[in-house]
């Protein structure tokens, strides 16, 4: 069973910090990565992807990415109570000839606390 | 802006209706996809579909069918609906294989 793993926290940070959340996989030929941010009751939201090696940073977001670890992380930087939520890691798992779909993990709940 | 949109946000039905849950996106998407969401269970997918009149059982599709006659529409439908089918339904669609989803804002369904 290919999976995605996650701590399902609550990861609880003051406003200000750094969070960091993790994300483990198991298929080791998986290209795309992807986080998404899921406020209570609404949908998930793409916040980042990303598809090589290294880090890849978007305003306060970085995503991080070792293949030969098969691991990938989001830090959120100076942390805000919007911030907030539920996030999901993503991954591409390739499901019948060229066609793919993403595995998620279960979540990691953040909480920013003023 | 790309948008999935689901046709209803609150559903609530009586066991043993058929339900039909709808999904349009209108972003010439060629792959879409329900899941369900539970507290604890996180998202699960339920079916999936790579084009028109395809259709993929994903990893809980008991109780549930699907339907995919024109590309921007993806319905899901429960035969007969029953309590444990309450839930958060998600859908979803992307085209390039290198882009994560777009989700709808969901369909929370209760079932009585």
């Known amino acids: 069973q290919k999976e995605v793993e996650q701590n399902s926290g609550p990861l609880s940070v003051p406003e200000g910090a750094i969070a960091s959340l993790n994300c483990t996989y198991s298929d080791r030929v998986s290209q795309s990565f992807f986080w998404y941010r899921q406020y209570s009751g609404k949908s998930p939201e793409l916040i980042m992807s990303?598809?090589?090696?290294g880090d890849k940073e978007d305003g306060r977001f970085t995503a991080q990415l070792n293949k030969a670890s098969q691991y990938v992380s989001l830090l959120i930087r100076d942390s805000q109570p919007s911030d907030s939520a539920t996030y999901l890691c993503?991954?591409?798992?390739?499901?019948?000839?060229?066609?793919?779909?993403?595995?998620f993990g279960k979540g990691t709940l953040l909480t920013v606390n003023p | 802006d790309v948008k999935v949109t689901q046709s209803s946000r609150y559903l609530v039905k009586r066991t043993g209706e058929k339900v039909f849950l709808e999904c349009v996106q209108d972003?010439?998407?060629?792959?879409m996809f329900w899941y369900r969401q539970d507290p604890g269970l996180g998202l699960r997918l339920i079916y999936f579909s790579y084009d028109v009149k395809m259709k993929e059982k994903g990893d809980i599709p008991e109780g549930y069918s699907v339907s995919r006659e024109k590309k921007e529409r993806f319905s899901l439908i429960l035969e007969s609906a029953s309590t444990n089918q309450t839930s958060m339904y998600l859908c979803?669609?992307?085209?390039?294989?290198?882009?994560?989803?777009?989700f709808g804002s969901g369909t929370r369904l209760t079932v009585v």
């Open positions: 993503a991954v591409n798992m390739v499901s019948g000839g060229s066609n793919y779909k993403l595995t």
């Open positions: 979803a669609s992307h085209r390039v294989t290198n882009y994560g989803y777009t």
């Open positions: 972003m010439d998407h060629e792959n």
């Open positions: 990303i598809y090589s090696n």
